[in-house]
């Protein structure tokens, strides 16, 4: 479980876009049954698209790489 604190907050129309792209790249994640890695990003925003990915069935988030080029991964559920 992830907790944000107010320091950890980024302007809304940062959230929007964060959320937005982690929605696009889950769905293509999705169809294509290929992972996707995203450009490096700071903790807390790595935190924010765990989160918003969390309670999808069909796709599943992980960090991979070294500070400061430490990365989000999207990959594919297999199939139950």
């Known amino acids: 479980i992830y907790t944000l604190s107010l320091h950890d907050a980024l302007p809304i129309s940062s959230l929007r876009q964060l959320r937005q792209m982690a929605v696009r790249m889950a769905d293509q994640v999705a169809k294509s049954g290929r992972k996707i890695s ?43």
């Open 38 to 80: 995203l450009e490096p990003m700071p903790g807390p925003e790595r935190r924010i698209i765990h989160m918003i990915l969390r309670d999808r069935t069909d796709v599943y988030t992980e960090s991979t790489g070294e500070e400061p080029n430490r990365k989000v991964v999207i990959l594919p559920k297999p199939a139950a």
